[in-house]
Nanobody, 121 residues
Framework: QVQLVESGGGLVQAGGSLRLSCAASGRILNNNIMGWYRQASGKQRELVATITSYKYPTYADSVKGRFTISRDNAKDTVYLQMNDLEPEDTAVYYC???????????????WGQGTQVTVTS
């Protein structure tokens, strides 16, 4: 099992910034991929950004140029720096972690409890 503890959500005005953190503990392997997903009210959960343990990032088109994902492998912690926030970014943000086998195929899937991000206009 892997436990994920998120922090950093809150209320911010449009154009502002927030930084989310997610610390993993438990059975997290050296080869893994961690990331952030979000779910707005009445909508499906969607990918925001992911980063592999080799620090290769991917982003949803809607956040490219505004959000930056990073990680500290020594702490098994992933961060999401969110700049130039828009009301459309309002959602519950969930941390995700997946261990991977030597062919980089995910072998499990863990979720955090979620943290609310609210952006006012």
């Amino acid at each position: 099992q892997v436990q994920l503890v998120e922090s950093g959500g809150g209320l911010v005005q449009a154009g502002g910034s927030l930084r989310l953190s997610c610390a993993a503990s438990g059975r997290i392997l050296n080869n893994n991929i961690m990331g952030w997903y979000r779910q707005a009210s009445g909508k499906q959960r969607e990918l925001v950004a992911t980063i592999t343990s080799y620090k290769y990032p991917t982003y949803a088109d809607s956040v490219k140029g505004r959000f930056t994902i990073s990680r500290d492998n020594a702490k098994d912690t992933v961060y999401l720096q969110m700049n130039d926030l828009e009301p459309e970014d309002t959602a519950v943000y969930y941390c995700n972690a997946r261990n991977r086998d030597p062919r980089n195929t995910p072998t499990d899937n863990f979720w955090g409890q979620g943290t609310q991000v609210t952006v006012t206009s």
